[in-house]
């Protein structure tokens, strides 16, 4: 059987890594120039692999197959060198942040850092490109595929038995071109995280980091929407996340390399009703809106000034991870919803009567910090067409993105 795989990133390696020794012709087409380039696949930064029933994903991963497939990626590394924290393990913690009404979410972390993740996607890239039947084709940014729902399957003029999508979110216009063309492969589309990266010194945080690497809580706002923390960065830094058309934030920690603060995204989930139906753009035009304000750049504010609506000017004893060229002091609240940011504000302020010392006037918001959720996709509606990892909207994250290739892979040996 010959199938073409468009994306080379951890859907595509789940998927290729399960099939790869039945008898099949695998192509894969990955729009990034080699596998040195910085922009090819999402296990680029960061690294933290979780094994978790909670969060990743809205797919169900047994999680003896989630740690399989952690210890694969470990074993792709070359020292085989790693952190891990497990959370909220330790019930005293949980019961401290129950009893304020977060709803504390269970996970085991392993933590390669963004430095083995090179080696990491190098190492695997060999493995497959010395076997027969892999074949990579670099330097295609497919735009479309010729599919009628039944025999005619092409990419690039070539016939195909089956198609293969794991363009992750940065593929997200090949999705919507396909997705045009057969609407009804859509399930739901109607949601967006919205919110920002806090950042503060570690010692603040620092015990929870130490027992638990990363805390991941949720908490129902007094706005009535949901707020959750997101992507722990203990003595990390915060980067700028280019989309082309706008900048959002992001962070990331290294395994050697560290820094005095530790930063976590804080994220609303924004969920709208009919006739709502375009959550990218509704989350893009946020995201410009404050790179407008900035000059192209992202915003800086303090934590009082965001809480109080005031522009910040001076910042007072965190200093900022992110370089000074790629941030603008300003205010938040003219680019953002105000019940985003009341949201935000109520769940600092509950957290910091759990962690005295989170809600200090001199801590850091960045902002846009924006997450996208693909258009939730429909795998049984064509038997020669399947979207897995990201751009099918089922997934959030490396695991579970490799765990959704890896489980369409068994499907079709199966069939
Ligand atoms: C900064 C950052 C840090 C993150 N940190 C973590 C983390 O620590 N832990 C975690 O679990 N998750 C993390 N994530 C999320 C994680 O990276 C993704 O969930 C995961 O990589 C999704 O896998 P995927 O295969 O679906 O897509 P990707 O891994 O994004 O791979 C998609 C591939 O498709 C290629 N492609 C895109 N469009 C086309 C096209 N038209 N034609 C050909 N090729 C195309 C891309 O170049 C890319 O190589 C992070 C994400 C970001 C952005």
Known sequence: MKIAIIGFGAAAIGFIERIKNENVELHI????????????SGIRADGKLFVSTEMGGDLEVNPVLQKELVDFWISKTNNKTFETGHSFLNTEYYKQFYSKGFQPVLA??????????????????????NRSNIH???NQNIQSIEYNGSEEQKVNDQHFDKIVIAVGRSGH???KAIISKHPKLILDSTKVDLGIRYELPNHIVEDLNKEMYEFKIKFKSRTGYMVRTFCNNPSGYVVTENYGDFKTVNGHSKLKDKSKNTNFA????????????DPIGYGSHIAKLSNLLAGNKVILQT?????????????????????????????INLAFPRRV????????????????????PDNLVYAPEIKFYSNFINNDFFEGLKFIGDCSGHTRSIIYATAHGYLEAEKLIKK
């Open 303 to 331: 934590y009082s000034h965001f809480k109080n609506s005031k522009r910040t000017k001076n910042l007072y004893r965190v200093h900022p991870t992110m370089p000074e060229d790629q941030f603008i002091l300003g205010d």
């Open 173 to 175: 216009k090949l999705v």
């Open 108 to 129: 085991d972390f392993y933590h390669l850092g963004t430095d083995q993740l090179k080696e990491v996607l190098f190492n695997i890239f060999e493995e497959y490109s």
């Open 341 to 360: 940011i009341e949201s935000i504000i109520d769940f600092i302020e509950n957290l910091d009567e759990v962690i005295p010392g989170v809600a200090n």
């Open 266 to 277: 804080i994220l609303t989930t924004v969920q709208l009703t009919e006739p709502f139906n």
């Open 29 to 40: 087409f990955e729009k990034s120039k080699d596998i040195y380039s910085s922009s090819i």
């Open 136 to 138: 990579f084709h670099f």
